[in-house]
Every structure is written in C-alpha cells, then in structure tokens.
C-alpha cells in the first residue's frame, strides 16, 4: 500500500536551514505529483508547494516563496523541502502528499504521511 | 488569492443526526473543490473531490454539492467516527495553487 514517511524536522533557530525528506512507497513515485502541506500547531492546513512527477514544474505558496525548494529524487523514491531562513511562523507540522493522478496534477491530496514537526525557535 | 470561508466554526450533532457544512469561495472555483477529514493526531483524508465526487473508500452518507462559490458537504446520520474537523479545499488552476478553508469542528452533542 502508499506509503510517506518524512523525516528531517527539529528544532531550529531563526534564519537557519533545514531539509526535510519524505520516502515514498508502495506506487511509482516517478508517476506522481507531490506536494508539502504544513499545519501549525493548533491551527489549520497551509499548502507549502507542489513538485510535477518528473520534476519539470514548481510552485510554492506565496508565504515560502524565495526561502523554500521542493525537489525529488525519482531513482530514491525521495521528495524533498528544503528551508531556509527560516521563521517562528513556519513552525508546524509538515506533511508530504501524493496527488490522485498520475501522469498530470489533479491539485487533489489523495495520500498523506504521517508529518514530521519543524519548530523554529531561539 | 481565494479566500475560502467554513462555516460555521463549530458544529454541534448528535450521532444518528445529519451534519451539514458550508464552505464559501471569494469567488467562483467551479467545481475544484475538495472536502477532507481530520482526527486528532492523524493526517487529512481525502473524502471529496469535484465538488461531489466521493474518493475511494468514503461511505456514501458523505456527500458534496454545490459549484461557484457555494459549497456543502453533508454527513447524512452520523457515525462516533465521523466526529473530526472539516477542511474544503479549492485547487484554481491560475495562478497554480492550494487554499483551504479555516476548518469546521463537528463535535458530538
């Protein structure tokens, strides 16, 4: 069966950087659109950024934009975030996400990991 | 940016009852809207998509209506599980982006 499994949060000061993975299994990675989502704590759900199945296309959140980069590793099966100068604000939980189609973007979160939690603090 | 706006915050049911969610865009998003469930300490479910289309695996009393602006989604008789929070989600396609609503909490009465 799907499964993401993030890795890489922790604590971090302001103005730091820190890269998180998610490892994917169960379907063919390299058919898939992949997005991050984060949610801080208490509150909602924040798109962060999508990746198109093989890498061509990106777009971010205006909130990440110029500090965060999402990429993959089609051969590892790996979807990355990778941030910098990071904020208090960007404190949350960050979860990765398969979209439904393969092959193209449907914009639709069909299977979700388990998160991994960023905290930025001094 | 779509602003999209849940309603209402917070709502109360009894099992057995029909639960019935808005969700309202700034403006129109067609039918790119989707509906996903959250317990406590698990990840969103994906349970609607195309403003009425039920994901795999999502029990038929959930369903979605609506297009434009004006969205619902609708727990027929409630389950003890369905007790969650309520995102909507709209995916425009320009300029290429997520927005989720701000949630709707239903909570056993």
Redesign the interface.
């Given at each position: 069966q799907v499964q993401l499994v993030e890795s890489g949060g922790g604590v971090v000061q302001p103005g730091r950087s820190l890269r998180l993975s998610c490892a994917a299994s169960g379907f063919t990675f390299s058919s898939y659109g992949m997005?991050w989502?984060r949610q801080a704590p208490g509150k909602?759900?924040?798109?962060v950024a999508?990746i198109w199945y093989d890498g061509s296309n990106k777009?971010y959140?205006?909130s990440v934009k110029g500090r965060f980069t999402i990429s993959r590793d089609n051969s590892k099966n790996t979807l990355y975030l990778q941030m910098n100068s990071l904020r208090a604000e960007d404190t949350a939980v960050y979860?990765c996400?398969r979209d439904?189609a393969a092959g193209g973007l449907?914009?639709?979160?069909?299977n979700?990991?388990?998160?991994t939690t960023v905290t930025v603090s001094s | 940016e779509i602003v999209m706006t849940q309603s209402p915050a917070t709502l109360s049911v009894s099992p057995g009852e029909r639960a019935t969610l808005s969700c309202r865009a700034s403006q129109s998003v067609s039918s790119n809207l989707a509906w996903y469930q959250q317990k406590p300490g698990q990840a969103p479910r994906l349970l609607i998509y195309g403003a009425s289309t039920r994901a795999t695996g999502i029990p038929a009393r959930f369903s979605g209506s609506g297009s434009g602006t004006e969205f619902t989604l609708t727990i027929s008789s409630l389950q003890s599980e369905d007790f969650a929070v309520y995102y909507c989600q709209q995916y425009n396609n320009w300029p290429p982006s997520i927005t989720f609503g701000q949630g709707t909490r239903l909570e056993i009465k």
């Amino acid at each position: 069966q799907v499964q993401l499994v993030e890795s890489g949060g922790g604590v971090v000061q302001p103005g730091r950087s820190l890269r998180l993975s998610c490892a994917a299994s169960g379907f063919t990675f390299s058919s898939y659109g992949m997005h991050w989502v984060r949610q801080a704590p208490g509150k909602g759900l924040e798109w962060v950024a999508v990746i198109w199945y093989d890498g061509s296309n990106k777009y971010y959140a205006d909130s990440v934009k110029g500090r965060f980069t999402i990429s993959r590793d089609n051969s590892k099966n790996t979807l990355y975030l990778q941030m910098n100068s990071l904020r208090a604000e960007d404190t949350a939980v960050y979860y990765c996400a398969r979209d439904l189609a393969a092959g193209g973007l449907e914009w639709l979160l069909l299977n979700w990991g388990k998160g991994t939690t960023v905290t930025v603090s001094s | 940016e779509i602003v999209m706006t849940q309603s209402p915050a917070t709502l109360s049911v009894s099992p057995g009852e029909r639960a019935t969610l808005s969700c309202r865009a700034s403006q129109s998003v067609s039918s790119n809207l989707a509906w996903y469930q959250q317990k406590p300490g698990q990840a969103p479910r994906l349970l609607i998509y195309g403003a009425s289309t039920r994901a795999t695996g999502i029990p038929a009393r959930f369903s979605g209506s609506g297009s434009g602006t004006e969205f619902t989604l609708t727990i027929s008789s409630l389950q003890s599980e369905d007790f969650a929070v309520y995102y909507c989600q709209q995916y425009n396609n320009w300029p290429p982006s997520i927005t989720f609503g701000q949630g709707t909490r239903l909570e056993i009465k």
